[in-house]
């Protein structure tokens, strides 16, 4: 294995310094040497066409590889085992237009010779990417769905399975139309074979198909086994594909063990340095609170009744009993703001009484009701009970202002005698008890953001991971709604995210790392321009010295506005096959066409396939509106297709 690949890398060493010592004459300068340097690596890689002909197959196969400008040549190993031809399929259909016979001849250890032979036991009706229909002779019943498959001794097998587990399954058979195998046959070897390889590579990934070629009835697989030199297909290479969580740990294995790595941990630049783990969140607090009356203004003192006059609004009424005697007595009731921004009026709104009543405020008399008028401390004119009848005020008297700036009482002082003793006062408040919602954005990640010393190395955003070991992981949640408060302060609120887990990484010692000197580079990028390189450098001393010189960079090739492509088309029978039957009995035209795109020559000239006819001619072709449609059509119809309760 040793031998092997010092050839392969000697081989390749070689490969690379003739590719970049092309042929001069003193003639040419640099401009047309690079011109020629990259018109020969064009011709050897324009394409994945020439990709392959020219390096893969022939360095999978142990043939020669030329250089770019073909002065020299080797032969590469890159593979552990090599077969002319690994794979053979023979086609031969009968007369229903079913493939009546099918025989698949591999070699299994790559030793040059076909130890291993399969002859399909059942006639195949439809062809899919990994696997065959098998139906009675001629038509599509019956049918049987088998799935290309490998034994535990590498010997190629059919496994019979529902058809969903099939895919891109297509009818060949007289049912779906005449002679579709014969005047499909290279189609049909290839898809045949694609099937057959991918099972293969997948139960031995080392497998490797570096060519196919179609002779006839027959195509041929010329294929090498790479990645490994070993018996087993289980390297370590491929077993991750089954367990990818397991490279972590494999890969912390292997750095204990590397040299290089030790180097690196070891030097200033590696261990130099010390960082703190700070976490921190970014929240958004939504604040819903519900205001009732007694969180807005508290009332206390002589309240007799209290009573609702609707929504945020209470009467309070102050009565009394009164004396005729030079003291009569004061009732009075008390009211605190709490939230005074939330008091829209406060107002006495009634007084009665039989003989008088004098409303206060404060002290201050702001009104009365009574026989005669009573406006101030001194004791009002007449005798009490001189009449039944008893006496209101219903003019409303504001005091809103004082309640907002502070306590407020309101008094009730009554004058009687007799059978007519009594007095009120009533009182009405009004007070905003619509909920209230705050929104803010708390960020406590706003430092560590802004501060150069810190790198984000994880971030949760609503239990969806965007950012891990400091890789933007591209996922991305969706908005979410949540619910907020209580009862009738219940909202709903939709929005970008709630809560930003992060976690930051930051630099808290850096005195053992040696920082790079960037200051050469910095002056040169702020200094120069397109026609002047300017430089600066440091002489023995320690002193700077700085210089200019002209600069221009060579004259520049156009280049064309696009590549140059062709759009053709080729009839197409519908031959599809789905669970309910195949595609052409549901269609009225069974033959569509495909469409092909193909890159036009240098002396622009459509490369046509057979079959095919021009549809757009070579240009700078834009057929992504055409794209959208289908693409859209496609995701639409399988919107179509999905079960739902509803009825249609």
Aim: charged share 20%; glycine share 10%; hydrophobic share 35%.
């Amino acid at each position: 294995m040793k031998r092997r690949l010092s050839t392969s890398v000697a081989g390749l060493s070689l490969l690379f310094a003739a590719t970049t010592q092309a042929q001069t004459t003193g003639a040419q300068d640099m401009d047309a040497r690079a011109r020629a340097a990259a018109a020969a690596s064009r011709a050897k890689s324009s394409d994945s066409e020439a990709i392959t002909s020219n390096f893969l197959t022939p360095g999978l196969a142990n043939q020669p590889v030329s250089t770019v400008d073909n002065s020299r040549s080797f032969t590469p190993n890159l593979a552990c085992q090599q077969s002319a031809t690994m794979l053979e399929l023979l086609v031969q259909p009968g007369a229903t237009g079913d493939i009546s016979h099918l025989a698949i001849a591999q070699d299994k250890d790559l030793d040059g010779h076909f130890d291993s032979n399969l002859t399909v036991p059942v006639p195949v009706s439809g062809i899919c990417a990994n696997g065959v229909i098998a139906c009675d002779p001629g038509s599509w019943n019956d049918c049987r769905s088998f799935q290309w498959d490998v034994a535990s001794s590498g010997d190629l097998k059919l496994t019979q399975v529902d058809l969903p587990a099939l895919s891109g399954c297509y009818c060949v058979n007289a049912s779906c139309g005449a002679n579709l195998v014969a005047g499909n046959l290279p189609s049909v070897l290839k898809d045949l074979g694609g099937g057959v390889v991918g099972a293969l590579t997948s139960a031995d990934p080392r497998i490797g198909v570096a060519q196919a070629s179609i002779e006839g009835p027959v195509i041929r697989y010329t294929g090498a086994q790479t990645t490994a030199c070993t018996n087993s297909p289980q390297v370590l290479a491929t077993t991750y594909r089954a367990n990818p969580t397991a490279i972590s740990g494999d890969a912390s294995s292997a750095s204990q063990a590397s040299s290089v790595f030790t180097a690196l941990a070891d030097s200033p630049a590696g261990n130099g340095k010390a960082e703190e783990t700070r976490s921190c969140t970014i929240e958004r607090e939504i604040t819903v609170k519900a205001w009732d009356f007694e969180d807005i203004v508290a009332a206390s003192g002589a309240i007799t009744s209290t009573s609702s006059c609707g929504t945020g609004c209470l009467r309070f009424e102050i009565r009394g009993a009164g004396s005729c005697g030079s003291s009569p007595p004061v009732y009075a009731m008390t009211f605190t703001p709490l939230v005074p921004a939330r008091i829209r009026s406060a107002r006495i709104v009634e007084m009665g009484a039989d003989d008088w009543v004098q409303g206060r405020i404060n002290g201050q008399v702001v009104g009365y009701a009574g026989k005669r008028p009573w406006t101030g401390d001194a004791l009002p004119s007449g005798d009490c009970r001189i009449s039944d009848d008893p006496w209101y005020n219903r003019n409303p008297i504001d005091f809103t202002a004082q309640l907002q700036a502070g306590a407020t009482i309101v008094g009730a002082r009554v004058r009687g005698g007799g059978g007519g003793n009594w007095g009120y006062v009533t009182v009405e408040i009004q007070v905003d008890t619509n909920c209230e919602v705050s929104e803010r954005l708390v960020d406590l990640c706003a430092g560590y953001a802004g501060d150069t010393a810190c790198r984000l190395t994880q971030e949760d955003v609503d239990g969806v991971e965007t950012v891990r070991n400091g890789v933007n992981t591209g996922l991305k949640p969706l908005p979410q709604t949540r619910l907020f408060g209580t009862g009738r302060c219940t909202y709903q609120y939709s929005r970008d995210f709630f809560l930003r887990t992060r976690r930051y990484a930051c630099l808290i010692d850096t005195s053992g790392t040696t920082q790079p000197d960037l200051s050469r580079a910095a002056y040169i990028i702020d200094h120069s321009t397109e026609t002047l390189l300017a430089d600066q450098t440091r002489r023995a001393d320690g002193s700077l010295s700085q210089t200019t010189r002209a600069f221009a960079l060579p004259d520049r090739p156009t280049v064309a506005a696009c590549e140059s492509v062709c759009k053709t088309r080729a009839p197409s029978a519908n031959s599809g096959v789905a669970p309910a039957g195949t595609v052409a009995q549901k269609q009225n035209v069974p033959v569509g066409w495909d469409s092909f795109y193909h890159a036009c020559t240098s002396d622009n000239v459509c490369p046509l396939g057979p079959g095919e006819v021009i549809v757009s001619n070579c240009g700078c072709l834009d057929d992504f509106p055409e794209a959208v449609v289908m693409m859209q059509t496609v995701r639409l119809a399988g919107s179509d297709l999905a079960c739902t309760a509803a009825s249609r």
